[in-house]
């Protein structure tokens, strides 16, 4: 599985030239609940209009998105091996937990705090 964070989804929704090709969005995608929040976030902010609203839509809704349990919030609360930003560490903590449940994780994202920290966590870094 491949989780993505927000800098790949807001690529392709914003139309950026690095926004994975069509057939990325095709495989079986993953997230933290928290990229809901970031998206529609970025949405308001950059006054997107009903179309791009749409988008935003059916781009989240082809991603499985997993709640914040528990044991998510205890491992974001945790020393990384890498300084990184609180939402960054909500993300990452969602993808060790489902690493945790014998899931192969592969992380999609266009930030390089966020990869390197991932890398040092030994979770493979998907090609965009």
Partial sequence: MIYVD????LARLLFE???PPLPFWQ????S??????????????????GSNQEAAR???TGIELFEMERAILVRALERWPIPIRTLDALHLA???YLRGQGEMVELAS??????ATARALGITIATL
């Fill in 27 to 30: 495989q079986g995608l993953v």
């Fill in 32 to 49: 933290s609940r928290l990229l809901e929040y970031e998206i529609w976030n970025r949405v308001h902010a950059y006054d997107l209009d």
């Fill in 110 to 115: 266009y930030d390089n705090r966020l990869i």
């Fill in 94 to 96: 969602t993808a060790e």
């Fill in 58 to 60: 059916r781009l989240i």
């Fill in 6 to 9: 927000s800098s790949v989804v």
């Fill in 17 to 19: 030239r690095h926004a």
